[in-house]
């Protein structure tokens, strides 16, 4: 890889990585996972979001994005998704964020106008999401799952990039969502960043699991 694909490669991460933390604070809170009185209303890409202040929380999403940063920077991603978990580590919900192949700058959009305007439209698309699912049960928690060959999250786990955090084979009990429908939200084929996101929700929701 010359300098100019590095280059090329370290911003389209760069930007995923800064794309996912906003979007997993998003998903926290409009699924009302964490209180919404440990959220502060900011701007990302001109769209209102809502972002924990908690610094464990703060702290462990920063750790997972910077962790899937060095993995999507060497190819080694297809997916990121963000699992929401019932009490019994049933999962109920799964926000799929579905990576294509890295493309190139594009010289039309040299100030990155036209990505940031995919990127809102994606931002606009979780917030309306919450209104589509149906309700959750008190005391959900929420994992991250990346989606690698296993020699890539072997040699992952081994090293350990990012100092003082973990990363673990999934839990294969969290990876199956029973008679899941899948809603998708938005697909972006910008020449720098290609993706694709949607949601599967499980059919057993609180009303089915008691």
């Known amino acids: 890889m010359n300098a100019q694909d590095a280059s090329k490669t370290k911003v389209s991460c760069d930007i995923f990585a800064e794309f996912l933390e906003v979007s997993i604070h998003c998903i926290l809170y409009n699924r009302g996972i964490y209180p919404s009185g440990v959220f502060e ?3 990302k890409y001109n769209v209102p979001v809502q972002m924990c202040l908690h610094p464990d929380v703060v702290s462990y999403i920063t750790k ?3 962790s899937v940063k060095v993995m999507v920077a060497n190819g080694d991603v297809s997916m990121v998704t963000i699992v929401v978990l019932d009490p ?3 999962p109920l919900e799964r926000f799929v964020f579905e990576l294509g192949k890295q493309g190139e700058l594009d010289k039309n959009d040299q100030y990155l106008f036209q990505l940031e305007d995919a990127l809102r439209a994606f931002l606009l698309k979780l917030n309306v999401a919450d209104s589509l699912l149906k309700a959750l049960p008190e005391d959900c928690s ?3 799952h990346v ?3 296993e020699s890539t999250a072997d040699k992952f786990i081994q090293t350990q990039t990012v100092k ?3 990363w673990m084979p999934a839990d294969e009990k969290q990876t199956k969502l029973r008679d899941a429908s899948l809603m998708p939200l938005k697909t972006t084929d910008n ?3 290609k993706m694709q996101l949607y949601v599967e929700e499980s059919s057993v929701k ?3 699991l008691f």
């Open 164 to 166: 003082d955090f973990s």
């Open 191 to 193: 020449s720098l960043l």
């Open 147 to 149: 989606h690698t060959r």
């Open 88 to 90: 019994d580590n049933t």
């Open 142 to 144: 929420w994992v991250v």
């Open 206 to 208: 609180p009303e089915a």
């Open 64 to 66: 997972v994005t910077e």
């Open 41 to 43: 209303r900011r701007k």
